[in-house]
């Protein structure tokens, strides 16, 4: 005997199912279009005897060690991207607090440039330092907002000011820095993803995917969390553990995926409403927003180095694009009586 | 009796305080003008500072530092008066501790139309940047703030402070797309993104001088109308205040003052966010006061950590800029952390 | 874990560094309605939230049973307690039946989906509270007293004994109002549910109370039936106003009528 709320909601879970599927779908098609075509084009057949080892002239090289490492980082870090961005949107109550806006990143940021411009660091110290910088710059936010109790709308605040402060800090550095070493700084800042390779990558694939799973398996206490403070408090949720908890987790994914890729602007942002556009707003839509930043992040790289006239990092793409959006997403919920 | 005596003793004792507040602030403008023009990365004598000043026909060295340093300081004047009044006015018409010229995204507003004169246009003159940046700081906190007022409780600080983070990360993109492909944009620019008022000279002054001082005159006309508007919109209105026309006047000028500063300097953050708290916080809320005060504080401190920056950053300099904001941030962490959360959610 | 008697001892609470309870001893009247009456800042939502452990004692302790309330896992405090707030957040797009399923967390293990039981009972309560109807609604559509009643069930599907309302009638039409505590009263009389709730209206407390608390800056000054404590001499005493006592025609109960603040 299924009574009428528990058919309510099969049928619910069964559309959430569908729009999964259909999301992977054009992931996957994004991802076969990403590996075949560009520069040179190369038949699906190829790009798979390549991946299985075997060797193709003219086409090792370019698939094996630039288009594949490049595919799946994109995936992992919009991935990250995104289910960050849903978790911060959703555990903060604001679709516009996401980690870009409230400044998270701009710590990355800051010290990443301060790696590449002061200490002409390489590659994988700037990624560490990236990391630790955006867990700290969290961990600062997360202290000055705290003062009798936590409040969301001073987290958001002191954000905002962080950013600010350190968005000069980083104008300065540049302005200081040696003209050769400039661009180099604002490739980084834009987010892009030359030079990935598969060594590392492996290893930011597994953190990334464990502590995404943390998140899923929370996702029950982040929708009661949704429900505010003291109603979460009266169901029997642990709040200041499950939100910080929840929190750490979307930082550390933001802080290892930006280390990846630099902050690729809009992805986190977006991923979230747009996952919740499409699968409804009603559920902690984890896994959508994950998928919806893969596709977006893969979409835009394809777009910045194949159909521009200039090669674009991925970062400036996904920002332009992504900017009429937000800018549509902040007058509509402004007009509901939202926020 | 009593009660009237006491009236009397409180009035006095504001008015003591009154005037302690403005000979320190006439004080540390003065002192700050005087250090501004005397202390640099180059010493100078003070014969030198003297001659510079009283036109002496002399062309030392020394006298050509003092005299490059006086548009400089002229220029701090100013924007500091402008942005701490700017400052003043956004708060007020805002009811929002947080509020800063700043804050609605007016720099990165100027900062790409800008780069979009230096990319696409190709222009290199400066009064064209700076009627450029001029027209994008306008354009744009005019944007942010239509945003943050559409629906629910008209402009909240919440969604005002958003929105204007959401409009710069926008507009910061479309900054790097178009710096990006081409470095000598991005050369060109990137001196322009950091605020300082060292840049000035007088024929630009000369030009920005005339909005500047129509925003200070218009500011001081608004003060009475502000007090009522503090007392709250609807209370406004039954006192006969058209509470609309009022508040787009006073951000206008709010935003007229902020712009010619940032056309000039860049952004120079903060300054409107603290001062204003600061004055406040002493002679509390009455606009025919507090504007005059903020502006006379608010050029003191520009001025100083121009100064400061000048003597840390020797033998370059450390921009105004940065100065502002390594000072304000400690300012507005402290602003968040006093303000109840209930009056700024 | 039934029939256990919650009380309050000796609770000293408050906010910051302003202390609003002063040492307030209360025991909690089992399988009754029970309303806290009292002016402005008595402090009767304070003690409301004391109870539910919104808010930390500073000293004193709340009992459920023998027990103190920190000793007990808040999962098994979320089995036994329920409580409305006075005011609720709605999570963007969420449909009544999914908002009432909330109320089974207490009961669910980490990554369990909804079992049968889950169902039956958010069934049940969404049909007790007359909302089964709207149950694929979104909750931004409903009326406010609609509305009222699925945070309501939301509260119910928690499976608790006892029930806190603070203001559940505030915002509310005159009929939403009697319909909302004809519910409660149902609820209390068909299933023995101990329900405390807060209210701002003493003639609709008298009507439905069994037991009222009259506060007062922070102490408790009176409690009792409500004819013993609806009376000139405590009105007076609590509210600072004069006024005359009749007999509310419906219900028989004490009905204040204000004469004029006392001087």
């Keep these: 005997m299924k009574n009428r709320v528990q058919i309510e909601n099969l049928e619910r879970k069964r559309k959430y199912k569908y729009d999964v599927s259909v999301m992977l779908l054009i992931l996957a098609v994004l991802i076969i279009i990403n590996m075949t075509l560009g520069s040179k084009n190369f038949s699906p057949t190829e790009v798979i005897s390549v991946l299985f080892g075997k060797d193709v002239p003219g086409g090792t090289y370019i698939i094996g060690k630039l288009r594949f490492p490049r595919t799946i980082a994109a995936i992992i870090c919009g991935y990250a991207f995104g289910i960050a961005g849903n978790t911060f949107q959703k555990l903060l109550g604001n679709p516009l607090a996401s980690p870009d806006i409230i400044g998270v990143s701009t710590g990355s940021a800051a010290a990443a440039v301060f790696g590449i411009l002061v200490l002409h660091a390489n590659r994988g110290v700037v990624s560490i330092m990236a990391i630790v910088a955006g867990l700290v710059t969290v961990l600062v936010i997360y202290l000055i907002a705290y003062k009798d109790g936590y409040s969301t709308v001073r987290v958001i605040l002191t954000g905002i000011g962080v950013q600010a402060f350190l968005s000069a800090c980083i104008s300065w550095m540049l302005l200081r820095a040696a003209e050769y070493d400039v661009p180099a700084a604002m490739r980084w800042m834009a987010g892009n993803l030359n030079e990935v390779t598969m060594d590392y990558l492996w290893l930011v694939g597994l953190v990334i995917g464990v502590v995404s799973c943390v998140i899923a398996v929370l996702s029950e206490v982040q929708k009661i969390l949704e429900l505010g403070e003291q109603h979460a408090l009266i169901l029997g949720v642990k709040v200041g553990t499950a939100r910080v908890l929840l929190l750490a987790c979307s930082v550390v994914m933001l802080a290892v995926a930006t280390a990846v890729s630099g902050p690729i602007s809009s992805i986190a942002f977006l991923s979230g409403p747009i996952a919740g556009g499409i699968c409804g707003k009603n559920r902690s839509n984890t896994l959508a927003s994950g998928i919806v930043g893969a596709i977006l992040v893969i979409g835009a790289d394809f777009i910045g180095q194949n159909l521009l006239p200039t090669r674009y990092p991925v970062g400036v793409v996904s920002g332009v694009l992504g900017a009429p959006y937000l800018l549509y997403l902040l007058i509509r919920l402004n007009k509901g009586d939202h926020v | ?345 | 874990m039934n029939n256990k008697v919650l009380k309050a001892e000796k609770v000293v609470a408050g906010y910051r560094d302003k202390e609003i309870l002063h040492g307030v001893n209360v025991t909690v009247p089992r399988g009754k309605i029970s309303v806290i009456l009292g002016s402005n800042g008595s402090g009767k939502s304070t003690l409301l939230k004391t109870f539910c452990r919104l808010l930390q004692p500073s000293s004193g302790s709340i009992k459920l049973g023998e027990q103190s309330l920190s000793h007990i896992p808040t999962r098994q405090i979320a089995q036994n307690i329920g409580l409305l707030p006075q005011s609720t957040t709605v999570p963007e797009g969420i449909k009544v039946s999914e908002l009432v399923s909330r109320g089974r967390f207490p009961y669910r293990k980490l990554m369990a989906p909804l079992n049968a039981k889950d169902y039956e009972v958010v069934e049940e309560v969404m049909k007790f509270m007359g909302i089964l109807e709207l149950s694929d609604a979104r909750i931004n559509q409903l009326s406010g007293g609609q509305r009222q009643r699925v945070f309501i069930a939301l509260a119910l599907a928690q499976q608790t004994d006892i029930l806190f309302l603070d203001e559940p009638t505030t915002y509310l039409d005159i009929s939403y109002q009697v319909e909302i505590l004809e519910l409660l009263k149902k609820l209390n009389e068909e299933r023995g549910t101990t329900i405390v709730m807060v209210l701002h209206d003493i003639n609709l407390s008298s009507r439905y109370a069994d037991h009222i608390f009259a506060m007062k800056n922070g102490n408790l000054m009176y409690q009792g039936a409500p004819e013993k404590i609806i009376t000139q001499e405590v009105i007076r005493e609590i509210y600072g106003l004069e006024s005359f006592i009749i007999e509310d025609p419906v219900s028989h109960s004490p009905f204040v009528i204000p004469k004029a603040a006392a001087v």
């Design chain 2, 1 to 345: 009796m009593t009660t009237n005596r006491d009236k009397r003793y409180k009035r006095s004792v504001h008015n003591r305080v009154l005037l302690l507040m403005l000979l320190a602030g006439v004080l540390l403008l003065l002192v700050s003008i005087v250090l501004s023009i005397t202390y640099g990365a180059k010493q100078v004598e003070l014969t030198d500072v003297i001659s510079a000043l009283f036109g002496k026909k002399q062309t030392t060295y020394n006298v050509n530092v003092v005299r490059a340093r006086i548009p400089r300081t002229v220029f701090g004047i100013l924007a500091g008066a402008a942005l701490s009044m700017s400052g003043v006015l956004m708060q007020s018409i805002t009811r929002n501790p947080i509020a800063d010229p700043s804050i609605l995204g007016v720099n990165t507003g100027a900062s790409l139309f800008v780069v979009i004169g230096i990319s696409l246009f190709h222009i290199q003159s400066k009064p064209v940047y700076m009627l450029l940046a001029f027209a994008g700081a306008l354009v744009t906190a005019f944007f942010v703030y239509r945003i943050a007022s559409f629906g629910y409780g008209g402009v909240t600080p919440i969604k005002l402070a958003l929105a204007g983070a959401a409009v710069s990360t926008a507009l910061s993109s479309m900054v790097s797309a178009l710096v990006m492909p081409d470095t000598s944009v991005m050369t060109t620019f990137r001196f322009w993104q950091v605020g300082s008022i060292g840049g000035a000279d007088f024929e630009d002054i000369r030009l920005l001088l005339s909005p500047m001082l129509l925003g200070f005159v218009l500011c001081f006309f608004l003060a009475t109308k502000l007090n009522t508007l503090a007392l709250g919109d609807e209370t406004a209105c039954a006192l006969g205040l058209n509470v609309n026309r009022i508040r787009g006047i006073a951000a206008l000028i709010g935003v007229l003052l902020c712009a010619c500063t940032t056309a000039l300097a860049g952004p120079i953050g903060f300054i409107g966010l603290m001062i204003p708290h600061l004055i406040r916080s002493f002679i509390g809320d009455n606009h025919e006061v507090l504007l005059p005060m903020s502006a006379l504080y608010g050029s003191g401190v520009l001025i100083l950590s121009d100064l400061i920056g000048r003597i840390l950053g020797s033998p370059g300099e450390l921009e105004s800029g940065v100065m502002t904001a390594l000072i304000g941030v400690p300012c507005f962490v402290f602003i968040i952390r006093k303000a109840e959360v209930q009056s700024i959610g």
